[in-house]
């Protein structure tokens, strides 16, 4: 069976192949990390938007290759792969009873930002008053009974940049 290249392949794979290989490395590399636990600073963000990248390097590689690529999907091997990942992909769309971090994380975002400081001195281990001045000290008038969206929204802060002076990560 002979293969031939859709017409441009040439010039599709001179940047399509780069870019996928570099974004399997992104991808590979932070997906391990995240696995493991260890990622910091912007191991998630560089993944998920790495993932774009890797998308546009397929969708180059798609292009160039075809005719081999839907030689492939005819075959049993092709057929089999397509079925077990959408088989896995739709899978994933369920949590089938376990309960996880990134379905926690909104939910424990939201009490955050709405809660008065008030409770999130409490919830620091921190008075009230010292939560305040620690705000004070980077510029932010609060008292305890307002909230971090409240902050937010009169301070022209972000959210997590709140967050993060109030659980002492900045």
Known sequence: MQFTASPNAGSIR????????????LMATTGVTMFFKLDRGLTAVVHEWASWLFLVGVGGHVVANNRPLRNHLKSGWGKISVAVFTIILVASFFSWGFITGP???KPIERALVTAPLSALASVTRTSPEALVL??????ISATGRESVRGLAATSGRGANQLLAIIFSVQ
């Open 14 to 25: 001179r940047w399509a192949t780069p870019l996928t290989i570099g974004a399997i490395i």
């Open 103 to 105: 379905q926690l994380e």
């Open 134 to 139: 620690r705000l004070k000290g980077r510029g």
